[in-house]
């Protein structure tokens, strides 16, 4: 009797023991749901599912109930029972309308990437322009008609085309290293917006797992694995405006997807020299889900586009009547480039503690602009037209090992990873030209290969309310240059290696609070030319920065995020592109303030704002003289988002920008501006919406991008340093027709 009994107390011992859930949440089409929390409130547990949908929660009993929730899903309840206890759950959710209240603020160390995830729910993505303004206080411009990579605008920087943020899509790099034009040259235009499933972004140096331009933040796209439905959609507006798009499944069952997209734009503008652009893109994607519950896909996408320019024209060309706003002083201006890609990725379960993804990518980039700056300073004859050009093959392959562990009962998340890129460029050129068609004179001419070979490793510790990050990451550069202009052969050659650690803490007081504090170095590199100029020397300066912030629900309705942050420069230390030349300015630092906030006044009605203030200066310069040209301190985006109501849906978006200094004593100032945008989608049956949308409501006159340059017109005898700027489209309006099947 006595062993009967010792027996039975241990058997309910152990039954009153917690034990472990853990099981994979998918949605209906059995696709992974990323995020999606789940809630034990007896036991006041929590976690939240894995990038493949996984999940496991610790101290739980037979009997308890789980709430199971995820932005745009029915919520979930599930009563655990003995048998969920030996095997991993399998739970599907059910779309449902999107709610604010069922935003979790997640425990790790880039919570705030739930705000994207709020917009791309409420505010789709609509143009290639959307993509990266969808980065709470990021802002573009475009200036040499609609085909070059927009200019960038975030924290203080003006940031080119890419040089101080690193974008990926489906994790292969868009940045460019060593590109014709400027370092860290990203052209986002291969993507096709109604492709776009996820973003997730970061700002300041304070992630392992992202490396080169990563100082002011991170972007990664991620696009869909299958399509809900077909779509055939026609858009019709001013100034020549036409968009074809066909996005068709060609399989699509429970373990396989593949579908194919495709867009062609054509676009005059409103400039008095049409801008005659085309732009065709073809992507296609094949996913499909392992026996492990992993994924693997493979896709492939072909990008081309031409266009003609009017270039950035000078204020007095303007005011005295010569020109008027949208015309030219040189509209021979314009360009070409295409872009080739292979990607394949894999995600393998190898556990339900450790799952690896790998992914392995080609791309096949060709590059040609003609550009005028500063018309006649150079040339009194000719003219100062330039060609930059280039082709070059893109090699890479990325790996990270994901485990989770224990130490000392806390729970601990391991990432480990390894890569390399390789980047071979021929005939990287700048040249002075003639109408495009004589080339006058080779200023540069080469051949790059440039390569970086990469390792990190990132730790999250889980203790209560707290979550603890070190990580540390290792880039190792092999810059090589072969100068065509040289009379003898020389292979030029650097080595370079970068040690980058980072430490992130957050602690999270409820699933409706946050405060975090992030820490990091980071960096961009410079041109390979640079770099084999100097020897080596000062061509990878560190970007040292720090955030502190909260992200905070105080209402189901509302989210409110905000951080206070620094970033310092060892050296602005850049290659012009434009010039081939090199142009060290200093140390620098910046800080500011980034708020946030998303707000649901109905089912169908939601308000999103970001506002920043930046304080942007060089240190080694003398006061008044420390401005840091095109830097803007204040920023403002709100918008308002029209989600399911009835069959009608759409939104009103409105950015500002401040005056900003043009150039480093502030005696030039590049005008800002506020720019209000409308669009409206209605469901004429089950599968027709028509669609409407008009860009700059009230026509403000706009200037898009601006310059301080000193250039010389034709008949003039002195050069001045004024404002060149590119103005912004005047009240803009564009219909569509979809059908769905």
Do not use: C
């Not at 776009?196 to 796209?221: E, W």
């Amino acid at each position: 009797m006595k062993p009967f009994i010792l027996i039975l107390m241990l058997f309910v011992g152990q039954m009153m023991l917690g034990q472990v859930a853990s099981g994979k949440l998918l949605d209906e089409n059995k696709d992974a749901i990323e995020g999606a929390y789940i809630f034990n409130h007896i036991r006041d547990k929590h976690t939240h599912t894995n990038e493949l949908g996984s999940f496991k929660l610790r101290d739980t009993y037979v009997g308890d109930t789980l709430i199971i929730g995820a932005l745009g899903f029915e919520k979930l309840q599930y009563i655990l029972e003995t048998k969920d206890m030996d095997k991993p759950l399998l739970l599907v959710l059910k779309e449902d309308l999107y709610q604010l209240e069922e935003v979790i603020i997640r425990p790790n160390v880039n919570g705030i990437n739930v705000v994207a995830e709020i917009d791309l729910k409420t505010a789709p993505v609509k143009s290639s322009q959307d993509l990266l303004q969808k980065v709470p206080g990021l802002v573009i411009g475009q200036h040499a008609g609609g085909g070059k990579a927009e200019q960038l605008f975030l924290r203080g920087f003006d940031i080119d085309h890419g040089t101080d943020v690193a974008i990926a899509v489906d994790g292969m790099p868009v940045n460019m290293v060593s590109h014709a034009h400027g370092q860290g040259y990203a052209d986002l235009h291969f993507v096709i917006p109604e492709t776009l499933d996820n973003i997730d972004f970061g700002k300041g140096p304070y992630y392992a797992d992202h490396g080169n331009f990563g100082t002011a933040a991170y972007v990664d796209f991620g696009t869909k694995q299958r399509l809900k439905k077909n779509t055939v959609q026609y858009e019709y507006g001013e100034y020549g405006w036409n968009r074809t798009l066909g996005m068709f499944n060609l399989l699509n069952d429970d373990t396989n997807a593949a579908y194919v997209a495709t867009e062609l734009i054509q676009f005059d503008g409103p400039f008095e020299s049409p801008q005659n652009f085309s732009r065709l893109n073809i992507f296609g994607k094949y996913t499909s889900r392992l026996s492990d519950n992993g994924l693997f896909s493979l896709s492939a996408s072909h990008f081309t586009s031409t266009w003609d320019a009017s270039g950035q024209i000078p204020q007095r060309a303007v005011d005295n009547g010569s020109i008027s706003r949208f015309g030219a002083i040189d509209d021979t201006e314009g360009g070409s480039t295409e872009r080739t890609n292979f990607n394949v990725s894999l995600k393998k379960v190898v556990d339900e503690d450790t799952f690896i993804k790998a992914n392995a990518f080609y791309s096949n980039y060709k590059f040609l602009l003609f550009s005028n700056f500063t018309f006649f300073l150079e040339d009194s004859i000719n003219g100062d037209q330039i060609k930059q050009q280039e082709e070059r093959d893109v090699f890479g392959l990325y790996t990270e090992l994901n485990k989770n562990l224990d130490f000392m009962d806390i729970p601990v998340q391991l990432k480990v990873g390894a890569g390399f890129r390789t980047d071979d460029i021929q005939d990287n050129e700048l040249s002075r030209t003639l109408n495009r068609k004589t080339t006058l004179e080779n200023i540069q001419l080469g051949d790059v290969r440039e390569t970086n070979v990469f390792g990190y490793a990132n730790l999250e510790f889980k203790w209560k309310k707290w979550m603890v990050a070190p990580g540390l990451r290792v880039d190792d550069f092999s810059f090589n240059y072969v100068d065509a202009l040289r009379q003898e052969y020389q292979n030029q050659s650097v080595n370079k290696t970068k040690v980058s650690p980072k430490l992130n803490i957050a602690y999270t007081h409820s699933s409706d609070l946050q405060f975090f504090l992030k820490s990091g170095i980071g960096f961009h590199s410079n041109d390979t030319r640079v770099v084999v100029a100097q020897e080596g020397n000062d061509i990878l300066p560190a970007a040292y920065g720090t955030d502190l912030g909260t992200i905070w629900r105080p209402t189901n309705k509302l989210l409110v995020n905000a951080a206070a942050w620094y970033l310092y420069l060892e050296q602005e230390f850049v290659y012009v592109g434009d010039a081939g030349i090199v142009e060290p300015s200093g140390k620098s630092e910046r800080f500011g303030l980034d708020v946030g906030l998303r707000y649901q006044f109905t089912d169908w009605l939601f308000l999103n704002t970001d506002a920043t203030y930046t304080h942007a200066r060089s240190i080694e310069a003398p006061r008044g003289m420390d401005y840091i040209p095109l830097a803007p301190d204040f920023t403002l985006v709100s918008g308002l988002s029209v989600v399911n109501l009835g069959r009608l849906s759409g939104g009103l978006r409105f950015r500002y920008l401040d005056d900003r200094p043009a150039n480093e004593d502030n005696s030039i100032i590049a005008k800002g501006y506020a720019v209000t945008d409308i669009n409206a989608n209605y469901l004429l049956s089950k599968n027709l919406s028509l669609g409407l949308s008009i860009e700059n409501l009230f026509n403000t006159e706009w200037n898009e991008t601006q310059f301080a340059t000193e250039s010389r017109l034709e008949n003039e005898n002195t050069s001045v340093e004024e404002i060149h700027f590119t103005p912004g489209t005047p009240f803009f309006i564009k219909g569509s027709l979809s059908y769905t099947f």
